[in-house]
């Protein structure tokens, strides 16, 4: 069975700082790795995606990630944050079998808070 | 392109009775999926229809069961509602057969039992 790991339940970091969010995934083929932001109350957007080809990825944003297989990671980066990009993040790995694409399984997310 | 609307946005019911909450999916789109989020948690994939057919359930009991109309547009029932049923239930959509696949999700549906 597929699973996702976010160890950083919450991070702080000051405006205009460096993030780093940490992903961890199990997944016995070539996953399919998401990143997806959420505001409070609202539903998902999507971020960046990874099937295959260069392992680091841009999204929107200002976001990329990089695929790391040896380690199962998947960590999303930013060089300089803003105030706005406070919200949830959630990490998701998906499968695509010979039939189509299956449902994503999610961790449990990482909230970030930016400071003046 | 329109995006995943979800109908209502809020809703209250009362333990035992049943609900019915309403997905239209992005233009193009062939496949509806559902989610579970509880608060402070990740979403949980509940099903997933295809072709008006269930193609892929998560752990979830049959009360949830769902419908997917030749529109594609789809509904997620839930009978004898019980007080953890209370979450933020996310419709996503996106177009099965595409290795480029990403879904598209909704603004979600906030369902109470009390």
């Known amino acids: 069975a597929q699973s996702v790991t976010q160890p950083d339940i919450h991070i702080t970091v000051s405006e205009g700082a460096s993030l780093e969010l940490r992903c961890n995934y199990s997944y016995g083929a070539t996953p399919y790795l998401f990143w997806y932001v959420q505001s409070p109350g609202q539903g998902l957007q999507l971020l960046l995606k990874?099937?295959?080809?260069?392992?680091l990825v841009q999204g929107i944003k200002g976001f990329e990630a990089e695929f790391k297989r040896s380690q199962s990671s998947f960590n999303l980066r930013k060089p300089s944050v803003h105030w706005s990009d406070a919200a949830e993040y959630f990490c998701?790995?998906?499968?695509?079998?010979?039939?189509?694409?299956?449902?994503?399984?999610f961790g449990k997310g990482t909230h970030l808070i930016i400071q003046p | 392109e329109t995006g995943v609307t979800q109908s209502p946005t809020h809703l209250i019911k009362t333990r035992g009775q049943q609900v019915t909450l309403r997905c239209s999916s992005q233009s193009g789109h062939n496949t509806v999926s559902w989610y579970q989020q509880a608060l402070g948690q990740g979403p949980q994939f509940i099903f997933q229809y295809y072709r008006e057919e269930e193609n892929g359930r998560g752990n979830f009991p049959p009360r949830f069961s769902g419908l997917q109309f030749p529109n594609y547009s789809s509904e997620l029932n839930v009978n004898a509602l019980e007080l953890d049923d209370s979450a933020l239930y996310l419709c996503?959509?996106?177009?099965?057969?595409?290795?480029?696949?990403?879904?598209?999700f909704g603004s979600g549906t906030r369902l109470t039992v009390v």
């Open positions: 990874y099937f295959s080809g260069d392992t």
């Open positions: 998701a790995v998906g499968s695509y079998s010979g039939g189509g694409a299956d449902g994503l399984t």
């Open positions: 996503a959509s996106s177009q099965r057969i595409s290795r480029d696949y990403g879904y598209t």
